[in-house]
């Protein structure tokens, strides 16, 4: 079976590559290119990354095909990145660059070439499973066994045609165990730090960056409580719900807590018709606590939808625990959820995954107007 590995440098696809060879697989690599603007090393390390990737295939012993999806980067997932930021939302693009890019472009590209399979270096796993409902044999994506790792959140948008040509040879290792393997065979990434920051485009100043491709409109910062006027923000799109830092007006009218300690400002909501920032002061302000939301553009990696009024878990960030909860409702392309308990600073444009043990069954995106 031909199996063709999506290679980005890092210590985790070269392992995956390196796993599936020993396994008897045909495998092969692509590093995938797909950000052109300012790529000078400074944050965008693909020039290093092509090098790092080279050097591991050459250790394993596979070939190595360079590919750019930069125009298809910038039209479907860049350009609805800005789009979401200027509407005031906090959207998250490495989930749209796993179906649109990775899963997607890269996919398509591999079949073209004659794979049997794609491969990447996510921590997830997959099983095919008889579905109780109809019998019908359905793949499933499965949490990783590293539950530090877990990247099923950032997948959740994939479906049954993806998962069914994937593989994911990570998923029941340990971190540890991977970069161990990664020395054994004397793979030259083996220490290599783990990326961050935008997918692709690396770890940047992030305020900055966006400015530079939209508009700054500076506006009124207030008291969610009170209406005052505190301070001014550069622009609604660069702050997020229950952003802390950066808001510059820490020392104003600071209420102290029972410790005697200034309580600080979190930003609670945004009013885009007036372009007013609100805050509240302290950490569990009742603004910054809900207990239930509505999503949109769902996504459910079956093909049907979920039970209603059925215990599950979420996950409103990608950082958040799994807290219970059940789908309230289902109607009209959305989906109301209701928390066990109260959940803090719920993002719009932040995605919302369910899960139901360790099977992801999948979500869809906060909306503005519906998190109470």
């Not at 290679?7 to 008897?24: F, H, N, P, W, Y």
């Not at 789009?83 to 906090?90: F, H, L, V």
């Not at 998962?163 to 290792?173: D, R, Y």
């Not at 109260?342 to 932040?350: F, N, R, V």
Request: glycine share 8%.
């Amino acid at each position: 079976m031909k199996v063709v590995v999506g290679i980005s440098g890092g210590v985790d696809s070269a392992v995956a590559a390196l796993l599936l060879k020993q396994q008897g697989y045909a495998v092969s690599g692509i590093f995938m290119k797909n950000w052109e603007d300012d790529d000078d090393g400074e944050y965008c390390s693909s020039r290093q990354d092509l090098i790092d990737a080279a050097s591991a295939c050459d250790v394993i012993g596979i070939d190595l095909e360079v590919v750019n999806f930069s125009r298809e980067y910038k039209e479907r997932v860049f350009a609805d990145f800005l789009r979401e930021y200027e509407a005031g939302r906090t959207p998250n693009p490495d989930i749209l660059c796993n179906s649109e890019i990775k899963f997607r472009c890269f996919l398509d590209h591999a079949m073209n070439m004659g794979a049997n399979r794609i491969a990447t270096g996510h921590y997830a796993q997959t099983r095919e499973w008889e579905s109780n409902k109809d019998g019908r044999r359905v793949f499933q994506l499965l949490k990783a066994e590293d539950g530090t790792k877990d990247q099923s959140y950032f997948l959740y948008r994939l479906t049954q045609a993806q998962l069914s040509k994937t593989l994911f040879p990570l998923g029941a290792l340990l971190k540890r165990e991977v970069r161990r393997i990664a020395a054994q065979a004397g793979l030259p990434v083996a220490e290599k730090k783990d990326s961050t920051g935008i997918c692709f485009i690396g770890e940047r100043p992030f305020r900055e960056f966006l400015l530079r491709y939209l508009p700054t409109r500076p506006g009124e910062i207030r008291s969610l409580d009170d209406n005052r006027v505190l301070g001014e923000h550069q622009g609604l799109m660069v702050h997020t719900i229950g952003q802390r830092k950066g808001l510059k007006i820490g020392g104003i009218c600071a209420r102290q807590n029972a410790a005697g300690e200034h309580e600080a400002w979190y930003v609670a909501a945004k009013d885009r018709a007036n372009n007013v920032l609100y805050v509240v002061q302290g950490h569990n302000h009742p603004a910054l606590l809900k207990n239930r939301l509505r999503a949109f553009d769902l996504n459910w990696i079956a093909g049907t939808a979920p039970r209603t009024h059925w215990v599950y878990a979420a996950k409103p960030r990608y950082r958040a625990p799994d807290m219970p909860c059940e789908i309230d409702s289902l109607e009209n392309g959305t989906a109301e959820i209701i928390f066990g308990s109260p959940q803090w600073a719920l993002a719009p444009g932040q995605s919302v995954v369910l899960y139901e043990s360790r099977v992801c069954l999948g979500g869809g995106i906060i909306a503005a107007d519906a998190v109470g």
